[in-house]
Each structure stands twice: as structure tokens, then as C-alpha cells.
């Protein structure tokens, strides 16, 4: 469609876009996308192309598009007071609102929760607290943080370091010497195919506990992991993992810091990924779900143990030197409010549980004895699928073959329905916004066979 205006060419000309190969965009090589408006689980581009997004944006508009109970909450706030900041003590009635609602749903051990806007900072700020802690604390030596391949933390210095992926790490001087990966809790994709799940489980609680042991547990601060892997594949973790993991970190005081920004707020069927899985965290991040991205915003929650220390620090050292300019900001605050109401008043998270299952469930009756599929596995409002060139000997695609990126392309093309080519393997990704129903399951699961025949056969 031809429009009266540049816009396209102002895009190449002028904005640098995340994740993107830059050359050759800027050649004209790469399609542009315009996004223009959305409702529910679609969104429409200013060609008045109508896309099912499967992927609810980057797994975040939970509560679906065109919600006016948040915009209209967004408008209001900022008629009334567009910002303040939250130094030395100040608030306002959206931030201090919103803290007692995060807190309500946290789990009960859990003391405060800190605003930032990303989940990047987010994770910044919890490695801040973590040396913070053990410094106050007299253990100035106990600051290495142990993350694991395939995890994503964001895209900072620290963050990125955390984010076992390669494409993140690759030119930039990452990861950073505190930070150290073990191995990701993938079964499918496990160097022994003999072992069962149990004995893998057992494999990856023995490659942590040989890591803390060669490091020494006086020098490692803190475990960071998400409930289940995102970026790195969508992958459950197998059974028993989260127990046996958190036995070994309570064992040498190690902290454990989930990070909920994909899983917090419903997505798993549950209020937290912690919950779901029984697992105990000294510090939780959130973003995404917070305010279904209608506004930036992200949190730091804290347990009691960690806040009585950061307490006893302050007494100590006066005001803890750590702020943004933009934490707790009202407008972001503002739209978290509207969303958990509305997460609430439309049972989002029993939907997600609901619907997400059944997406999980045709999805793997549709494609899990495709010959070239070799894993279908999801958990909640979460499912993935992935290709192998050879299913009985689990061999995979050479990455210059792009399979994940092509079938994503032709699920667009011939259903307009967008799914997530996820990085280091050749995964089709799927995180549709909460509101999803069981027709729209169908249409993604019916696309998305349609989709893997057109390029497979």
C-alpha cells in the first residue's frame, strides 16, 4: 500500500531497532512492520494487514490489546500528576497502590518490592542488592553469580553477562568475570540421550554442586534462573529439578533470585512460576505481566531475610545509594494497577492455565510425530516446538538453513498469525496473551501445521 507520507524511509534512515541485522535493514532488505492498533489477540498494521499475535508482543500484553480500563487509567494519572520521583521517602497514590497489590500476590515471604521499568534494570538492581547484602554482612568474597546457558536476563553489562546466549554475548566483552553458566535444565536437548529424567535432574544438581565446590561456596553469592527457560527455548524444566536445586542452595547459603519477568502475573496457569513450581526465592523479578507492557515498569521483590540486612545496612551506612530517575514512575504505576484489577475481573490467570493446556495439549497431538519434529512442550500460556533433521537420532538442522525463521515466516504469510523464531535452535516459539480463546488455540495450532508442511512437507 502506498501512503502520503516517508515513514519508511524515515525508519531505515533514522531508527536503530532492537535485534535487528542493521545493514540490512538499512539496504532495504529486511520487511518493515507498522504497527498501527490492536484488540484482544490482534494487532493491525497500517497496510490494514489483521496478525493473530501469538507471541503477545515479547510474551507481555497478558491482558490483550485495546484494554481502555489501563489506557484510560494511564490518561488519568497523567491529567492529574505525570511524574514524581520515589527518592527519600516520596510516592504517589498509583506507586504506593500498586506496591501493596504486588505484594498481596508475592509469595508470603516476601517483604518489599522496588520499581524500575525494565527487566533488564530490574536484574541489575538485584546484583546490586546481592553484594550489597553480603557486604554488609562481612563477606566481601561471596559476589560470584551463578546463572545457566540458554537463560535470559536481559541485555546490560551484568544482565547480558547473566543471559546465557550467545548472540548476546558474541563482540560485546561478555559475560563479565562474577558471572558463571551451568548447565540449562533442557532434557530434550541432553549430551547423554540414554539418561531418563530423573538421572538427568541428577546430572544437573551434580555439574552445580561441582561448580560451587571448584569455586568455593564462600565466594558465590547467588543462583539466578528462570522458572522456565523463555528466550532460550520455552522449556519446562524437567520433574524434580526446582526441589533438588534449591535443597543445594539452601545447603551453602546461596541466594536464589527467580526471575518472573515472563512467568510472573499468570502466565504458567499461577500468579508466579515460584508458586508453581514450590520454589522459594531471596529476590524476584518482574516486568512484562506487571502492566501487560501498556506502560514500562518492572520490580525487585525482596524477602524478609534479604530486607532485614538492607535495613541493618542503612543503620549502619545512612541511605542505600541505589535509584532511577523513573522507578516507580505514576503513569507506570498507574497501568499496573488497572492491569492486576483487570487480570482479576476477567479470570486471566485460570484462563491462561486453561487455554494454554489445551494449546499445549492439540499442539502435541497435532505435530509430536511429525518426522522432523523432535519436542512439542509448553507450560501454561507458554508451547514450543522444535525441528530436527533426523528424529530417531535427535540430529539438527545446520543453523544456516534458518527452519525456525523460515516456518515463522510462512505462518505469517499464509495465516497471518505471529509465532517467535527463538535463538540457538530451530524452535517456533508461542506466548499468546492471556485472553486467548479456544478457537484462536485452534487457528494457531491449525496455521502452525500448515505452516511446517509448507516447509517440510
Keep these: 500500500m502506498l501512503h502520503n507520507d516517508k515513514l519508511e524511509q524515515w525508519d531505515r534512515e533514522n531508527f536503530f531497532h532492537s535485534s535487528t541485522h542493521l545493514a540490512e535493514f538499512a539496504r532495504g532488505n529486511l520487511p518493515q512492520r507498522v504497527i498501527k492498533s490492536g484488540s484482544g489477540a490482534f494487532i493491525e498494521d497500517r497496510d490494514g494487514n489483521r496478525m493473530l499475535d501469538a507471541f503477545a508482543g515479547l510474551y507481555c500484553v497478558n491482558v490483550g490489546y485495546g484494554r481502555s480500563e489501563v489506557t484510560e487509567a494511564i490518561a488519568d494519572q497523567a491529567k492529574e500528576l505525570a511524574y514524581y520521583h520515589s527518592y527519600v521517602g516520596h510516592g504517589t497514590e498509583a506507586s504506593i497502590t500498586l506496591a501493596k497489590m504486588v505484594m498481596d500476590r508475592a509469595p508470603d515471604h516476601m517483604s518489599k518490592v522496588y520499581f524500575g521499568l525494565s527487566g533488564s534494570d530490574a536484574n541489575e538492581t538485584n546484583i546490586k542488592l546481592i553484594w550489597y547484602y553480603n557486604n554488609i554482612l562481612g563477606r566481601p568474597e561471596k559476589k560470584k553469580i551463578i546463572s545457566r546457558w540458554r537463560g535470559y536476563h536481559g541485555s546490560g553489562l551484568m544482565t547480558g553477562s547473566l543471559t546465557g546466549l550467545e548472540l548476546f554475548h558474541k563482540k560485546f566483552d561478555l559475560p563479565l568475570a562474577q558471572v558463571m553458566h551451568t548447565i ?83 502466565r504458567l496457569g499461577t500468579m508466579f512460576g515460584s508458586e508453581h513450581y514450590g520454589i522459594k526465592p531471596d529476590l524476584i523479578t518482574i516486568a512484562k505481566g506487571l502492566t501487560s507492557a501498556y506502560a514500562p515498569l518492572s520490580g525487585s521483590i525482596v524477602s524478609d531475610k534479604m530486607w532485614a540486612v538492607l535495613e541493618q545496612g542503612t543503620d549502619e551506612n545512612g541511605p542505600i545509594g541505589h535509584g532511577w530517575t523513573y522507578s516507580a514512575h505514576p503513569i507506570g504505576a498507574a497501568a499496573g494497577v488497572a492491569n492486576l484489577q483487570l487480570i482479576d475481573s476477567l479470570g486471566l490467570v485460570e484462563n491462561a492455565g486453561n487455554v494454554g493446556g489445551a494449546l499445549n495439549a492439540k499442539m502435541r497431538a497435532a505435530l509430536g510425530d511429525h518426522p522432523h519434529v523432535g519436542d512439542v512442550r509448553g507450560e501454561g500460556m507458554l508451547c514450543a516446538v522444535e525441528f530436527v533433521k533426523d528424529k530417531t537420532d535427535r540430529v539438527f538442522y545446520d543453523a544456516a538453513d534458518k527452519i525456525g525463521p523460515q516456518i515463522a515466516a510462512k505462518l505469517l504469510e499464509q495465516d497471518s498469525i505471529i509465532a517467535r523464531a527463538m535463538p540457538q535452535g530451530d524452535i517456533l516459539g508461542f506466548a499468546p496473551p492471556f485472553c486467548l480463546t479456544l478457537d484462536e488455540a485452534d487457528q494457531i495450532v491449525t496455521a502452525t501445521v500448515r505452516a511446517v508442511e509448507a516447509v517440510l512437507g
Design 184 to 266: 540449562a535444565p533442557d532434557f530434550f536437548r541432553r549430551a547423554d540421550l540414554g539418561q531418563s529424567e530423573a538421572e538427568f535432574v541428577a546430572h544437573c544438581v551434580a555439574e552445580l554442586e561441582e561448580m560451587i565446590a571448584r569455586e568455593g561456596a564462600d565466594t558465590i553469592a547467588a543462583f539466578v534462573a528462570e522458572p522456565v527457560l523463555g528466550t532460550g527455548g520455552i522449556v519446562p524444566p524437567p520433574a524434580g529439578y526446582w526441589p533438588a536445586i534449591q535443597a543445594v542452595l539452601d545447603r551453602y547459603d546461596i541466594l536464589l533470585v527467580a526471575d518472573e519477568v515472563v512467568t510472573g502475573f499468570g
